[in-house]
């Protein structure tokens, strides 16, 4: 079992390593991990914004502080689809060894090019609507992101660019080899906008949001598809490969966009629609870690050998955080087979019965806050639903430490025999010397 488990792995890390190395793959789910401060600046100061305390309300509106506490989110979630498009042209150069700023920068110009605009009351200024400079926009971002990022770094790989004679300054250089690229990607981009323009759509951004991205999210934020997402998540995980890196390297623009629907309709005072989303993951799946396995660790603080007892204390603060490496490598759970049950279902469960109980309406639809890696369990459930959501996820401690603890046990009882043997063959080998 355990050669065959070790082949097995090495194909699951082969097409995991491929999944994550490819080159558009790789440059959407860096760009978006890359936006992880402004999204959760953005989320901290939606829920001061819009926490639902009547008095702290009333306060910020005597005060006048609710004019101020509203901007951040504003300029940054509001606008998440401008960060994106840079941010993933960018990385997409860099990995292809080119300038990344000038890929963003040209990025950036073609989002805005094929981005609708409006007059003000004057009937002369014209200006951008938010409508697709949001979670609106972002599969149109994603999309411009990549096709400029192709072109720019193709173009300079074959060095079909303005060449400056030697002596001019690097900078210098670099702006004119970003010309003839910056070119041919803005005659393209106007080219596409005339297309669209002549539809029934308009523009863009509505044909992307119609044909493909409102049709993806529908598809993503469902609960069978989510259900899915875990058992493979976990799965990998069991073979040794990080699966949450891979599958939300694919998955991730769809949970983000849903989880930031959920954020601006919490802004507005309103509950957002979407059940999966964003905050789903950390707040009802990753419950102490991969397995939602803080029961499993509360059960080794309890445990009567050495070796489990040790690794528990050892692991309970990171666990508290979502960070179990130390229990999936260091027990291991990793080709464990007894352990592969508790460590699929548990998950499987949680996340099963937090969408029941949403649907029912005994849970609220989480705020789309996003919940970055540090912030303790019950904590990061309270942001974003309150504490109805911090109840559930203390009741699903105890459904783990009930679910692994049959497993555990014995596992603890073999290891308990195996250091009492070890402990008489130490003694015997000490009274024969």
């Known amino acids: 079992m355990a050669a065959g488990g070790v082949e097995w792995r090495a194909k699951i890390q082969k097409v995991s390593t491929k999944i994550q190395k490819n080159t558009y793959i790789s440059a959407i789910s860096n760009g978006l991990m890359a936006l992880m401060p402004i999204l959760i600046l953005g989320a901290i100061f939606s829920l001061i914004n819009a926490l639902k305390l009547e008095p702290y309300q009333n306060f910020l509106e005597s005060t006048g502080l609710k004019t101020y506490t509203s901007i951040p ?33 040209l990025a950036l110009m073609s989002f805005l090019l094929v981005t609708p605009k409006g007059l003000l009351e004057d009937g002369v200024t014209k200006a951008f609507g938010y409508s697709w400079l949001g979670a609106k926009g972002l599969f149109v971002a994603i999309i411009l992101a990549l096709i400029v990022g192709k072109i720019y770094t193709f173009v300079l790989e074959k060095k079909f660019y303005i060449k400056m004679p030697k002596g001019v300054p690097p900078t210098v250089e670099k702006s004119f080899a970003a010309l003839t690229p910056g070119f041919i990607i803005a005659v393209l981009v106007l080219v596409l906008t005339a297309i669209f323009g002549a539809t029934k759509y308009g523009n863009m951004h509505e044909f992307v949001f119609s044909i493909i991205q409102l049709p993806l999210t529908s598809l993503g934020g469902t609960w069978w598809a989510m259900l899915i997402c875990i058992f493979v998540i976990h799965l990998l995980w069991f073979f040794g490969v990080h699966g949450t890196l891979v599958v939300y390297s694919v998955v991730g623009p769809i949970w983000v966009a849903l989880g930031l629907e959920n954020l601006d309709a919490y802004q507005r005072g309103v509950e957002g629609t979407h059940i999966i989303g964003s905050p789903f993951f950390p707040v009802y799946v990753l419950i102490g870690g991969a397995g939602a396995t803080l029961g499993l660790i509360i059960a080794m603080l309890f445990a009567k050998s050495t070796r489990y007892k040790t690794l528990g204390k050892l692991a309970i603060v990171p666990s508290l955080i979502g960070v179990n490496e130390p229990v999936i490598f260091g027990m291991p759970l990793v080709l464990n087979v007894r352990f592969m049950i508790p460590f699929i279902v548990t998950p499987l469960v949680s996340s099963g019965l937090a969408i029941l109980l949403t649907t029912l309406g005994i849970l609220p639809v989480l705020h789309g806050i996003q919940v970055p890696l540090g912030i303790p369990v019950l904590v990061n459930g309270w942001m974003n639903g309150g504490w109805r959501v911090s109840a559930f996820q203390l009741v699903m401690i105890g459904a783990s430490f009930l679910i692994y603890y049959p497993f555990f046990k014995k596992a603890d009882a073999e290891a308990l025999e195996q250091e ?9 080998t000490a009274a024969a010397n």
Do not use: P, R
């Open 73 to 105: 989110a504003t300029i940054t979630t509001d606008l998440i689809a401008l960060y994106a498009v840079f941010s993933i042209a960018y990385n997409f150069a860099t990995q292809h060894k080119q300038q990344g700023f000038s890929a963003g920068i």
């Open 420 to 428: 009492q043997q070890a402990e008489i063959k130490a003694a015997a």
